[in-house]
């Protein structure tokens, strides 16, 4: 009796054995199959709706196409070296066959980009344009370039303020970073709608993407012009930071605030009454169509020069308000 209470003990243990062997290696098989992919794209960031927004679209997209692909992305938008060191690392992997990027600044993933042509290894322009000039004179490429028509976004939001503005007003702009081309774009389309409309830009400075120097920047504005009526900023990180010095002004209801992006904070303050605006862009679909070019280049064996034609893949925005 013993003897068979042991068996029956023996014959629990090996197959509570034979069951964590085989949870083990399920866990394996999973980790290895999330390691075969041969599409990567790195993002700026992972911080703000956009991003993750962009991010959901290339997962979408990956899974409506049958690939898998990898994402990573900068620890900040002043990490430029580090992003710079992810897409190094992804292009001595070895395993890519074509990585997207979205850059910090037009010249930081320059040498990873160089390097990854050499190798065979397509790039993808995501967003923010790289120095196509500069890339050139180092032998580089990309298939293409993914990004809203920031200048089209630019007139989007001033024509906002243009319609619910009397004629002639004082206006103001809070720009992205120095040297950023989708910032600049930004800028330069809101500016150009201003002065076509007759509007006075009477201020037009960076803040870095960051809200509490575009705080400052609109305490700034508000303190020196005292007739200004709408600021339009370049992005809604921005866009809050003036509401907020708007509010601490005293002035919700006297002065316009415009943003970009559609970030899901910025709608909500829209239907509080303290943003007017923000124009959002697609980033799921600026990442969807990003890595179907990049599978298209693999399938169709494109040609890697850098004498090449880049394409522009334009992806469209829209008013959001109240």
């Known amino acids: 009796m013993k003897r068979k209470k042991l068996s029956i003990l023996s014959a629990l243990i090996a197959a ?78 070895g395993k890519y066959k074509a990585i997207g990027v979205a850059p910090l600044s037009p010249v930081n993933l320059i040498p990873g980009v160089v390097q990854a042509n050499e190798k065979g290894i397509y790039v993808m322009n995501i967003d923010e344009k790289i120095d196509m000039n500069q890339l050139k004179a180092q032998g580089g490429s990309v298939i293409a370039f993914a990004t809203t028509d920031n200048v089209a976004v630019g007139k989007k939001g001033a024509q906002y303020i243009i319609d619910n503005v009397p004629a002639g007003s004082e206006v103001a702009i809070i720009e992205g970073k120095a040297g950023n081309a989708s910032g600049e774009d930004r800028r330069d389309g809101a500016r150009q709608a201003f002065e076509a409309a007759g509007l006075k830009v009477v201020a037009s400075l960076p803040a870095d993407w960051d809200r509490q120097k575009a705080l400052d920047v609109a305490a700034s504005y508000i303190q020196q012009y005292p007739n200004l009526k709408a600021i339009y900023a370049c992005n809604d990180g921005m866009a809050l930071g003036a509401v907020q010095a708007v509010q601490n002004a005293d002035k919700i209801g006297q002065i316009i605030v415009v943003g970009t992006d559609g970030d899901k904070e910025a709608v909500d303050s829209i239907q509080q009454g303290l943003l007017s605006a923000t124009v959002a862009q697609d980033p799921a679909g600026i990442g969807a169509a990003s890595l179907e070019a990049m599978v298209e280049a693999v399938k169709n064996k494109a040609e890697i020069k850098s004498d090449a034609e880049v394409k522009t893949i334009p992806i469209d925005s829209k008013l959001i308000k109240k």
């Open 16 to 93: 509570t054995m034979v069951f964590a062997v085989g949870c083990g290696s399920k866990d394996s098989n999973d980790s290895k199959s999330s390691g075969s992919a041969e599409y990567a794209i790195i993002l700026k960031t992972q911080n703000s709706d956009f991003w993750v927004q962009m991010k959901e679209g290339i997962e979408a997209k990956a899974k409506e196409l049958g690939v898998k692909v990898d994402i990573q992305s900068a620890q900040s938008e002043e990490d430029t070296e580090g992003q710079l060191k992810i897409l190094e690392n992804m292009v001595n992997n």
